[in-house]
C-alpha cells in the first residue's frame, strides 16, 4: 500500500517537473512570438510579416485532436514549409539531444528530443 503511494506521488512529481520544463522551454524559446498563453501575440508579433499561428487552437482547428505529429514536425524543421520562407525559426539543430517516444492519439508512435517532447506535452496544456 505504502510503495503504490510513493510510486503514485513520484509519477506525480515527474509530470509536474516535465510540466514545468516545458513551460520554461515554451517562455524561453516560443512565447516571444506566439505569447505565453499561446494565443499568438507575442511582443514580436507585431513585426513579423506573418502573424504567429494560435498555438491555443491546434486541437480545435484539427477536428479536437491535437495535430501531434505535424506539431513535432514544425518545431524540429522537418516539415517543408520551414524551409520555404516561413518566419517560423527551425529548433531541429537546437534541440538536439536524446530520442523520446511520443504515443500518438492512434497509437502510432514517433521519435522526438526530450525538449521537443516536453514542448508539445506544453502546447496540449495550452488548448482551448
Ligand atoms: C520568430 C517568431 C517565432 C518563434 C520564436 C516561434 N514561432 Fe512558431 N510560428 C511562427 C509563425 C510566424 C508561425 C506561422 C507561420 C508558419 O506556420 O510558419 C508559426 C507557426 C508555428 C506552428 C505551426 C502551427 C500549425 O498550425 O501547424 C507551431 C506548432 C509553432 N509555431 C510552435 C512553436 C514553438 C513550440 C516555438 C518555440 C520552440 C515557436 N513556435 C517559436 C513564429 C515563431
Redesign the pocket.
Known sequence: MKTTLLIAAMAAAGAAQAETAGAT??AR??A???GIDGAGSGP?AGV?V????D?TA?ASSNGGIF?TA??VA??DGQEA??SHG????V?GPFFEGPKMRIILEDGEQLRASAPVAL?VEH?KQLQD
Open positions: 522551454l515554451y524559446h516560443c516571444v512570438c506566439h514580436m513579423l506573418i502573424k504567429p499561428a498555438l491546434l495535430p505535424r506539431v514544425r518545431i514549409l520551414v516561413s518566419p517560423m525559426p529548433y514542448l502546447l
